[in-house]
T-cell receptor, first 118, second 114 residues
């Protein structure tokens, strides 16, 4: 079974600085998808960024980028120019590309709580 | 601009009561999910559905039940609430046609059973 590990329960960053959140996963599959979700306090969980395993190029979305190391099974999230609104829980998630069954469901890590200091 | 709606947002109820948590989405998604999340903790999948009349149990055992009579509606029911059911319940949906499609989450229902 696949697992997702986020080894940093909490992180802190100064406003305007850069922070990297770690995520590792374990799988024997070669084709899969990886996601980062953001859950602000008492607000809706939203997608931050996603990566297809077959793509070597790292995904970027404005100030958010990933460092995808397939061989190392690592999928870290980098937030540049951190803003107060970036404070939230961040969840890394894995989805198998196998067709059908529960394999298509997301597997979440335990999350990293990010604080942004003004 | 949520396209997936959960009601109520907060619910405090006594032990033994029957409750139904509502979830509706307007995106026409076939797949819908219920997750249970304790404060500041990870998400655990408790139920999911591939479409109308399809329901499956998730990874975490739950005493709740779900139904999917209409594509847009995926309610969760607890026949007899207990304090151990106190948690946040998140509903989500996704487009089943692509494994790359993300989950869209509702705002959640925070349930407290006294």
């Amino acid at each position: 079974a696949q697992t997702v590990t986020q080894s940093q329960p909490e992180m802190s960053v100064q406003e305007a600085e850069t922070v990297t959140l770690s995520c590792t996963y374990d799988t024997s599959e070669s084709d899969y998808y990886l996601f980062w979700y953001k859950q602000p306090p008492s607000r809706q969980m939203i997608l931050v960024i996603r990566q297809e395993a077959y793509k070597q190029q790292n995904a970027t979305e404005n100030r958010f980028s990933v460092n995808f190391q397939k061989a190392a099974k690592s999928f870290s999230l980098k937030i540049s120019d951190s803003q107060l609104g970036d404070a939230a829980m961040y969840f890394c998630a894995y989805r198998s590309a196998m067709y059908g069954g529960s394999q298509g469901n997301l597997i979440f890590g335990k999350g990293t709580k990010l604080s942004v200091k003004p | 601009e949520a396209d997936i709606y959960q009601t109520p947002r907060y619910l405090v109820i006594g032990t033994g009561k029957k409750i139904t948590l509502e979830c509706s989405q307007t995106m026409g998604h076939d797949k819908m999910y219920w997750y249970q999340q304790d404060p500041g903790m990870e998400l655990h999948l408790i139920h999911y559905s591939y479409g109308v009349n399809s329901t499956e149990k998730g990874d975490l055992s739950s005493e709740s039940t779900v139904s999917r009579i209409r594509t847009e509606h995926f309610p969760l029911t607890l026949e007899s609430a207990r304090p151990s059911h106190t948690s946040q319940y998140l509903c989500a949906s996704s487009d089943a046609s692509s494994y790359n499609s993300p989950l869209h989450f509702g705002n959640g229902t925070r349930l407290t059973v006294t």
